[in-house]
């Protein structure tokens, strides 16, 4: 079989977001393929080079639209590396997992299967009682006193090392305290991240463009597997110690007096751990701990009882791979039973219309729950994101009675209606057609990666809608668009909540109103920082046409694609002209705007979409008014041998993608069109072209192959 030249990969910054959408879903799979023959069948078929390559673009492409990371991604997978993959280390003693218990009689039957296989008669048995602590664990190897490697478990048998990673933890002494300690210690335990610095961590996160972790436990792992332990250093960890691996003496008798002794080493260990001398003590503290569950600082899934002798742990010893001696008793789903009082919709940070549930307030696992989401359109109607039927169809209506649901941290679902309590009353909830913001603008629903129509429901309303007036003012100010110092996201919402800047004009003619807003009166502010302040805002008078059009804000325009636009009209009244037009269904503008490079449907339906829209062009207008200058995009390289001329890309291409030979051809200040026509220059055709190589010939335009093509620009 010939084997075809592989096509270079389109720059991620190019990447439209259903584009993005595509690649994500791909690569993932690719990874999670890659991941299971390393780490399962230890087959790898690629190299670690390769590996790495496929997992930053994959890491590339979450940071740019973070909306793609889910709790399923690979990067948030504790099998899985963010960055490169680390020494594998082979565990002295492996690590196994715990059998778990669901219902009381579960731990009686634990119970008793330990005192028949001891064959204990009237001997009580005693159990140490400890949270299960939902983190990652980690065998920390001592030799000598001092700290020789951390590995993560792994498989069980064989871990990763993370050993500079772990040093970073304060929880973690690097050299053990006390005298005569044994030569050989493995500290085992789990490494964990408290609620509190995983929401602060996700807040920065967002703010820095990276995408989000979904729980404190990926988020305690992602922060681990860095290859970089500075950044381990800068993520909050902590490290209880509750277990041992391979110990060349045993200091103490009991699984308690060891967790003793971890403390006397200089460990942390879990201040709720108890001695429990009866399953009814096991049970009471199962109970106790579930209800503290909530206001802990930490996530815990369970509690685990373990045999408190360590001279019966041996004697019980494993069955397959979790041992006799020890059970995880996990806590149930939080759940409970509720009225649907009513459905509001919340417009999100991105014009996403969220339909909100209001329920009778109700406890959940410690919490009153009041507010449940219910995602969007087609969920309360009953049915997946795949298409598929949830909960059999079933769909919610105001007055219905609910199953709701809290695992962990996430916010509350609804997991059922009871049907058979559904009164008679209860009403259909109409997703609404207008955003129930002032403006009252279209809602429109999104499109999937495959043009079908998604099931996340958007305002219009763009720059115009009060709830997203502030998102996109924090985006005008920001570094990549006007960038104007010494007005941060706190100042700007500071103007925003007084009604001083309402959109990105006011900021323009706030120097003009100060005699009346006296901003030097602010606390914080002072007359330098305001003076500081109006010669930043001055200063940015005159913008780049590409920073203004970015700053504009439109959906699915970023910066590259801003660039592209700039590029491809030259100048604001240029770009303002072909925009009126496209909104205004203009055939010739839309084709001529289709005609860019990297300008696809996309991004036409979204400008088409903004300047649609009365509100947005009255504030365009009233910022350009402000301006001095929008200066001129800079016009591709034009000393190559195709610049000025216009060229059509058709067939499938070999050697490149069709974005990246337009991108390349209008780099070289070719223009790249969509159709041919007797101002065609070249058609390059690749196999498969049918039409445009007829209206070619037609024409006379000069025909070429794809090699011919890059030979004539020297590539
Ligand atoms: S003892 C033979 N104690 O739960 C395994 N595990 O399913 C001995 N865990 O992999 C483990 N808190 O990550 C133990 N107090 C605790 C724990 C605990 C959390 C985790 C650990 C382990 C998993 C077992």
């Known amino acids: ?378 969920y309360i109607r009953g049915v997946g994101g795949d298409g598929e039927l949830i909960r059999e169809g079933r769909d919610i209506r105001i007055g219905d009675t609910v199953v709701i649901q809290r695992a962990g941290d996430v916010i509350p679902q609804v997991v059922d209606v009871l049907i058979d309590k559904r009164p008679k009353g209860a009403r259909e909830f109409h997703f609404p057609k207008k955003c129930p913001c002032p403006l009252h603008t279209d809602v429109v629903r999104e499109e999937t990666a495959t043009g079908e129509e998604g099931s996340r429901a958007r305002c219009t309303g763009e720059f115009a809608c009060p709830f997203q007036k502030i998102e996109h003012l924090k985006l005008f100010v920001s570094r990549r668009a006007f960038d104007i110092d010494g007005l941060g996201e706190k100042q700007l919402q500071y103007f925003f909540d007084e009604g001083w800047v309402k959109e990105p004009g006011d900021i323009f003619t706030l120097q003009k109103r100060n005699s009346r807003l006296k901003l030097e009166e602010i606390e914080g502010y002072g007359e330098t920082s305001v003076r500081n302040l109006f010669a930043a805002i001055d200063g940015r008078r005159r913008i780049a046409l590409e920073r203004f059009i970015f700053a504009l804000g439109m959906r699915h325009v970023g910066e590259t694609t801003a660039l592209a636009l700039a590029r491809g009209y030259g100048s604001w009244e240029a770009f303002h002209d072909a925009c009126l037009k496209v909104a205004r269904g203009d055939e010739e503008a839309i084709a001529e705007m289709d005609a860019l490079d990297q300008i696809g449907d996309t991004v036409i339906a979204s400008v088409a979409a903004y300047f649609g829209e009365s509100h947005n062009r009255g504030i365009v207008d009233r910022l350009v008014k402000e301006l001095e200058e929008i200066v001129d995009a800079e016009r591709p390289k034009s000393n190559s041998k195709v610049a000025g001329k216009t060229v059509v890309f058709t067939g499938s291409l070999e050697k490149m993608t069709r974005d990246e030979a337009k991108a390349t051809a209008e780099r070289l200040g070719a223009k790249a069109a969509g159709s041919v026509s007797k101002k065609t220059d070249y058609v390059v055709a690749g196999p498969g072209a049918g039409s445009k190589l007829a209206e070619a010939k037609k024409h006379g335009v000069t025909v070429l192959t794809e090699d011919e093509w890059l030979k004539l620009i020297g590539e």
């Open 1 to 378: 079989m010939a084997s075809k030249a592989k096509k270079p990969l389109t720059d991620i910054a190019k990447l439209t977001r259903p584009q993005a959408k595509v690649e994500h879903m791909r690569l993932a799979l690719e990874l999670e393929a890659h991941d299971r023959r390393y780490y399962q069948d230890d087959a790898p078929v690629v190299s670690d080079a390769e590996y790495d390559a496929l997992r930053q673009r994959f890491n590339a492409i979450e940071k740019r639209f973070p909306e793609l990371v889910s709790a399923e991604s690979p990067s948030q997978k504790i099998g899985a590396a963010p960055s490169g993959r680390f020494r594998k280390v082979r565990h002295a003693v492996p690590m196994l997992s715990l059998d778990n218990a669901f219902a009381e009689a579960d731990v009686r039957d634990f119970a008793e299967r330990i005192q028949r296989f001891l064959k204990l008669a009237d001997d009580k048995i005693d159990f140490s009682a400890e949270p299960k602590i939902d983190g990652l664990s980690m065998s920390l190897r001592y030799e000598g006193g001092e700290l020789v490697t951390a590995a993560t478990r792994g498989d069980g048998a064989e871990g990763e090392d993370v050993t500079a990673n772990i040093r970073t933890l304060d929880d973690v002494p690097q050299k053990l305290k006390g005298r005569n300690v044994p030569d050989i210690c493995e500290v085992r335990g789990e490494v964990y991240m408290t609620k509190k610095a995983f929401l602060a961590l996700n807040r920065k996160q967002v703010e820095a463009g990276e995408a989000p972790f979904a729980n404190p436990r990926n988020s305690a792992a992602g922060s681990l597997r860095q290859k970089d332990p500075s950044i381990t250093a800068s993520r909050p960890l902590g490290f209880f110690a509750y277990a041992w691996g391979e110990m060349s003496a045993m200091p103490e008798e009991t699984q308690t007096g060891m967790i003793g002794w971890f403390e006397r080493c200089g460990f942390r260990t879990n201040p709720l751990t108890r001695l429990c001398h009866s399953v009814e003590q096991l049970i009471a503290f199962h109970r106790r701990i579930e209800e503290s569950r909530a206001g802990l600082d930490y996530d815990i899934d369970g509690v685990v009882y373990k045999v408190d002798r360590i001279d019966w742990q041996e004697r019980l010893g494993f069955v397959s791979r979790t041992p006799r001696w020890g059970i995880a008793h996990k806590f149930p789903a939080e759940q409970a039973v509720t009225v649907l009082r009513d459905i509001e919709i919340q417009v999100g940070r991105t014009g996403t219309l969220a339909p909100v549930g209001k329920l009778e307030p109700v406890g959940v696992g410690g919490v009153i729950v009041q507010n449940v989401t219910l995602h969007n359109e087609d």
